[in-house]
Structures are given as structure tokens and as C-alpha cells.
């Protein structure tokens, strides 16, 4: 078996050869996201992918996420190092579901957050990420709103965006729904001077505590930049790699959980490692492939959100 430098050197190697492009989100395992050209949030991963002239395309994150990357970019080969690595809150809602609220509330407009599959992209008005949920619902001529799958996000934008009505499905993000208001407490009550950065998909409970909510990238801004020494960060801890690299001098506070790694952590995002990319990109197996009629009709919410925000 070959050392983790082993693995990258032969993996950088493979992608100059092979002029392919390796993104990676924050939640990648650190060695993972060392051999990225790119590491970022879900939407400027997406605007990423959309841009690069690269031939292949080696997505590390889950599956929405290259399925994203070949809607924007479908004559590149998107390549998944692990193709069992899904979003579980993704796989909450099907297209059937949403054509079933869609004719109950005909005047609404589908916004989907990009946490989706693309056969429910296809049936969406819209897109959203965290990082721009709340821009694109102000901007929307519908006053009525079908937000899914997740509930924590369409919450929060719900509060922002007063003048309209939701109607939000009851997905969630289990990670993100680990962290309890009660433990937020106790990070404040010992770290009295650390603000606290919160992700949108967590519970409302735990976002009214947080003095900055935003996207991965926005977190990674504020906490990184922010005056004060010591943050208080409530989002699944591969942040923390880059928060580190960014900013050394302060300290992150992640907090602990019970399973045996301590920390909260997304399983299908840990679920890519080194070797699988290496596999995956020597070989170029894993290849993201869908239905054309599929891309056709998906693409049009994904660049309705590129184009509002
Ligand atoms: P962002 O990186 O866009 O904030 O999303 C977090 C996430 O959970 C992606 O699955
Ligand atoms: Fe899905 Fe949550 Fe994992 Fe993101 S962190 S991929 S939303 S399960």
C-alpha cells in the first residue's frame, strides 16, 4: 500500500496528465481536499464546474453535487470517486412529491436547494444554495413558495422573506441536526468572548444563537476575518481543515459528539478517499451520466439561480 503522499504525488500526476480538474467541498477528508485545484461551497463549486475547460471533471463531495457539474458542463466527463456517497436529505423528496404539491399549490413556485436530485431539479423553478437562499426567494414574482427538502433552509429563508408564503417539506440534514441548542449553550457559556457561525441547516433553535449564518464559504470569511480570537463553529468539522490553513491564529471550536470520532461528521462525505480518487481517476470509472431530457429541463433552475445571484 502506498503512503497518503504516495497517493497524492501519483494523483496530481494523473491530473495534469490527463488534464483533468479535481473540486473538492469543505467536508472533504483534509487529504482530499490537498490534492483539489479547487475547494469551495456548493455554489462555487457549481459555478466551478460550469466554467472549467478541463476535459474531466473529478468531483470530490456527494452526489448532487457532480450530478450538478454535468448539467452545467455535459460534454465534460464528471467523474464521482465514490458513487454511494449520497446526500440523505437529497433522498428525502422525490419528483412525485413535488409534482403532488405542485398541483395543490399551483400559483407557488418550486424552489429546490441544490441539495436535490436532478429528477427533482427538473421539476423546480428554482435553485438555491446556502449561500444565496434568501437573495433568490426576494427576487422570485411568485408570492407563494414550495421550498424542499430541507426545512431548516426554507425556515430560515421563511423568516427573511415575510412578504411571502411558504409551503416546506420536512427534509433535513442529520449532521446538521445533531447539534443541540443545549451544547451551543455550554460553547458559549465557556467561551464567553467567541462569537458563533452557524450553518442554515441547523435547528431554528441553534441558528438564533449564532451571531453570523451563511454558507460553508461565508463562515470560512467571517471566522477567519472576524476580530475576535476564538470562534465558535456549528457546522461539520471538515471545515475546520481550511479554517486552519486560512487562519492559523485563531482557535475554531467545533462542537464534540458521542460517536467514536468525537465530532460531527457527514458519513457520505468522508466516504470519498484518497484512493478512490486515485482508482477513479487512473481508470476513469465512475462516470456521472444522466438521461439528456434530464439535463435539459434541470439545467434551466440551476442557471435561473446563477443568473439572480
Ligand atoms: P454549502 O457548502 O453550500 O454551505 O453546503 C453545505 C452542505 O451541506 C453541502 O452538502
Ligand atoms: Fe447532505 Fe448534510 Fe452531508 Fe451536506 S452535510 S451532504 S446536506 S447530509
Known amino acids: 500500500t502506498r503512503s ?3 497517493l497524492q504525488r501519483e494523483i496530481r500526476r494523473l491530473a ?5 480538474v479535481i473540486l473538492a467541498h469543505y467536508y472533504q477528508r483534509p487529504e482530499v481536499q490537498e490534492i483539489a485545484d479547487f475547494v469551495g461551497d456548493s455554489l462555487e463549486l457549481s459555478r466551478k464546474a460550469a466554467q472549467t475547460d478541463a476535459e474531466i471533471i473529478v ?3 456527494v452526489r448532487f453535487m457532480c450530478e450538478t457539474a454535468k448539467i452545467l458542463n455535459p460534454t465534460r466527463k464528471v467523474l464521482h470517486p465514490n458513487p454511494e456517497s449520497g446526500c440523505p436529505m437529497a433522498d428525502m423528496i422525490t419528483p412525485q412529491q413535488v409534482m403532488a404539491l405542485k398541483e395543490k399549490h399551483p400559483d407557488a413556485m418550486v424552489v429546490s436547494y441544490v441539495n436535490t436530485t436532478a429528477e427533482v431539479k427538473a421539476v423546480s423553478d428554482v435553485c438555491v444554495t446556502s449561500a444565496n437562499a434568501i437573495k433568490v426567494v426576494q427576487k422570485l414574482p411568485a408570492r407563494k413558495i414550495i421550498f424542499v427538502p430541507d426545512q431548516a433552509l426554507g425556515n430560515w429563508v421563511k423568516r427573511h422573506v415575510p412578504d411571502k408564503e411558504f409551503i416546506i417539506w420536512q427534509g433535513f440534514c442529520p449532521p446538521h441536526f445533531e447539534f ?8 458559549k457559556e465557556k467561551y464567553p468572548d467567541a462569537p458563533v457561525a452557524v450553518h442554515p441547516e441547523c435547528h431554528q433553535e441553534v441558528i438564533d444563537m449564532a451571531d453570523f449564518v451563511g454558507s460553508t464559504s461565508q463562515i470560512v470569511q467571517f471566522a477567519t476575518t472576524c476580530p475576535a480570537q476564538r ?4 457546522t461539520e468539522v471538515g471545515l475546520k481543515h481550511t479554517l486552519m490553513k ?3 491564529n485563531k482557535e475554531y471550536i467545533f462542537p464534540d459528539s458521542m ?8 458519513c457520505t ?6 484512493e478512490k480518487v486515485y482508482t477513479t481517476l487512473r481508470d476513469e470509472i465512475n462516470e456521472v451520466t444522466l438521461p439528456e431530457e434530464i439535463i435539459e429541463r434541470a439545467v434551466i433552475p440551476i442557471r435561473r439561480m446563477l443568473e439572480l445571484t
Open 59 to 61: 468531483f470530490c463531495g
Open 180 to 187: 443541540t441548542a443545549r451544547e451551543v449553550k455550554k460553547l
Open 269 to 274: 462525505m468522508k466516504a470519498i478517499t484518497l
Open 16 to 20: 495534469e496528465e490527463k488534464k483533468a
Open 246 to 248: 486560512k487562519n492559523p
Open 4 to 6: 497518503v503522499q504516495e
Open 259 to 266: 460517536n467514536y470520532c468525537g465530532s460531527v461528521y457527514c
Open 231 to 234: 470562534v465558535i463553529v456549528i
